[in-house]
């Protein structure tokens, strides 16, 4: 059991079992992937570790990752809030882009993303999570390579933070209710 801020959090998911699902996901990706250009975008903050682990095992040449975050801003007409991807410096325009998520949940920000990196006229759309809630989810995307399936409660560690901390945890932890 560890304290993080106000909370408590239990030991969830050992390290080494992460990395085997990582594993898992740049297994199917190599062979999905042989001989093609690729191009991840990584959904910061929390997919930092994740890519940088999936990258590791990843084996094909023409690989390329870039790391990007949404914002969304005031738009000056009526229309109100406009979503943006900030970070991206390359056309994804005709690639084969893969996008990484640390955890789906809803999927509402999946859903913001996939739209943005869709308007570049991509070849080719993958998305990649390391955990997802069945139990939540209610978007169409697919959801081609999938870590793990989680019950719908809270996590940290392994990139992901409970405000701000624990993204250094090697282990996953759960909130304790
Ligand atoms: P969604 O938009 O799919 O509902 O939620 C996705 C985002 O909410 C994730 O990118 C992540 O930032 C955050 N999130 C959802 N579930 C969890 C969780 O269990 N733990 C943490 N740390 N963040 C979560
Ligand atoms: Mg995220």
């Known amino acids: 059991m560890i304290d993080i801020g106000d909370k408590k959090f239990s030991l969830f998911i050992e390290e080494e079992k992460v990395l085997a699902a990582v594993k898992t996901?740049?297994?199917?990706?190599?062979?999905?992937f042989k001989g093609k250009p690729l191009l991840f975008v990584s959904v910061l903050n929390g997919s930092f570790?994740?890519?940088a682990d999936l990258l590791k095992n990843?084996?094909?040449?023409?690989?390329?990752?870039?790391?990007?975050?949404?914002?969304s801003y005031e738009g000056v007409s009526s229309a109100g809030n406009v979503d943006q991807l900030i970070g991206l410096n390359r056309s994804l325009t005709g690639r084969n882009v893969v996008i990484l998520e640390d955890i789906v949940d809803t999927g509402n920000t999946l859903d913001r993303i996939y739209k943005l990196v869709q308007q570049q006229n991509p070849d080719k759309i993958k998305v990649a999570t390391l955990f997802?809630?069945?139990?939540?989810?209610?978007?169409n995307i697919r959801l081609d390579y999938v870590g793990m399936e989680i019950e719908n409660k809270f996590i940290v560690g392994y990139?992901?933070?409970?405000?701000?901390?624990?993204?250094?945890?090697?282990?996953?932890?759960?909130?304790?209710?």
């Open 25 to 32: 996901i740049a297994e199917q990706l190599n062979r999905d």
């Open 49 to 51: 570790m994740f890519t």
């Open 58 to 71: 990843i084996n094909l040449n023409n690989a390329e990752v870039e790391f990007v975050k949404t914002s």
């Open 132 to 139: 997802m809630k069945p139990d939540v989810y209610k978007k």
């Open 159 to 177: 990139g992901l933070d409970y405000n701000g901390w624990g993204r250094n945890l090697k282990d996953v932890y759960q909130l304790k209710e």
